[in-house]
C-alpha cells in the first residue's frame, strides 16, 4: 500500500536533517551562532586545498605567517595566529620534522627560537598559493561581487573592535562562580 503524499499546507518535516536543510532558523540568526558555522565552513573549504599536501588549515597559515615575517619567535606567532603557544609548539616540531621549517636560538634571548621555513616549505607555500586562494574565493561565492570586499571589511571591523575577546580558549570553560554570600550568624539584617 502507497503512503498518502503530505498536503501542500502540511507543515515540513521537523527531523533534524529536514530542519537543516531548509537553512538557518530565524532564532539562530545571531552573530555568535553565525560566525561559529561560518568557521567550520571556512576550515571546511581551506581543508580542501590543504589536505592534498597533507596540512591543516593551520598549518598552512603558520607557513605563511613564516614566509611573511621570517624568524618569528613562537609567543609572537602564536599570537598572530590565535592560537595557545603550545598548540604553535607541536605545529612547529611537526613542520620541522616534515622538512618545511626550520628553528634556531634566539641570539637576543637564548630561551626563545626563532622559526623560518626551509627552502621546501617555501615551496610548499607558493605551490598552494592558488587553491588558497580560489579556497577564499569559494568561500565569498554565494555573495555578489560588489558584496566581498565589504563583508571582509566588516569582519574586520568587528574582530578589530573586539580584539580583546581574541584569544586562545576563551569562552571555552566555564567562568568560574563568585561565592555564595555567607549568611549572618545572629541570622539579622545587616542594616539592623
Avoid at 33 to 47: D, P, W
Avoid at 62 to 78: E, F, K, R, Y
Avoid at 109 to 130: F, I, K
Amino acid at each position: 500500500m502507497r503512503k498518502p503524499q503530505p498536503a501542500a499546507d502540511d507543515p515540513p518535516p521537523t527531523t533534524p536533517a529536514a530542519a537543516a536543510s531548509r537553512g538557518v532558523p530565524p532564532n539562530h540568526r545571531v552573530p555568535a551562532h553565525l560566525a561559529r558555522q561560518f568557521q567550520q565552513i571556512c576550515l571546511g573549504i581551506a581543508a580542501e586545498a590543504t589536505g592534498p599536501a597533507g596540512l591543516t588549515p593551520i598549518e598552512y597559515a603558520l607557513i605563511g605567517a613564516l614566509d611573511d615575517s621570517p624568524d618569528m619567535d613562537q609567543g609572537t606567532l602564536a599570537a598572530m595566529l590565535g592560537i595557545n603557544t603550545v598548540s604553535t609548539h607541536h605545529m612547529s616540531h611537526r613542520l620541522q620534522a616534515l622538512g618545511l621549517v626550520e628553528q634556531r636560538l634566539d641570539p637576543g634571548d637564548r630561551r626563545s627560537r626563532l622559526l623560518r621555513l626551509t627552502p621546501r616549505g617555501h615551496a610548499l607555500r607558493q605551490e598552494l598559493r592558488s587553491a588558497g586562494r580560489a579556497a577564499q574565493e569559494r568561500i565569498l561565492a554565494p555573495l555578489a561581487p560588489a558584496e566581498r570586499p565589504l563583508f571582509v571589511d566588516m569582519l574586520t571591523r568587528l574582530v578589530e573592535a573586539h580584539e580583546a575577546y581574541a584569544r586562545p580558549g576563551n569562552g571555552r570553560r566555564r567562568a568560574s562562580r563568585p561565592a555564595a554570600p555567607e549568611p549572618f550568624a545572629s541570622g539579622r539584617n545587616a542594616a539592623d
